[in-house]
Nanobody, 114 residues
Framework: QVQLVESGGGLVQPGGSLRLSCAAS????????MAWYRQAPGKERELVAT???????NYADSVKGRFAISRRSAENAVYLQMISLKPEDTAVYYC????????WGQGTQVTVSS
């Protein structure tokens, strides 16, 4: 069974930065595209960024130029560097494969507020 553990969230002022981390089991990392998703209050979960095993990345238009996804396969870890954060980035952030598996972690809360 895949286990995903997200961390690194917190409260940050607009314009601030955070780096999210995701530790996952080896089976996903060896073959899958990995992704970060987020779910804001009252909204559906949305795809934020993806990264292939070859390192190719894609981003939602709302975060392009501000977020950067990376992975260290040897460590079974995926990261999301976020800069120039906006209040609309407030959400619970999750990592998972893309397409997603049913095995979601608990997520990490990111709150952008002054």
């Amino acid at each position: 069974q895949v286990q995903l553990v997200e961390s690194g969230g917190g409260l940050v002022q607009p314009g601030g930065s955070l780096r999210l981390s995701c530790a996952a089991s080896g089976s996903i990392f060896s073959i899958s595209v990995m992704a970060w998703y987020r779910q804001a209050p009252g909204k559906e979960r949305e795809l934020v960024a993806t990264i292939s095993s070859a390192g190719d990345t894609n981003y939602a238009d709302s975060v392009k130029g501000r977020f950067a996804i990376s992975r260290r396969s040897a460590e079974n870890a995926v990261y999301l560097q976020m800069i120039s954060l906006k209040p609309e980035d407030t959400a619970v952030y999750y990592c998972n494969s893309y397409p997603s598996s049913p095995d979601w972690g608990q997520g990490t809360q990111v709150t952008v507020s002054s």
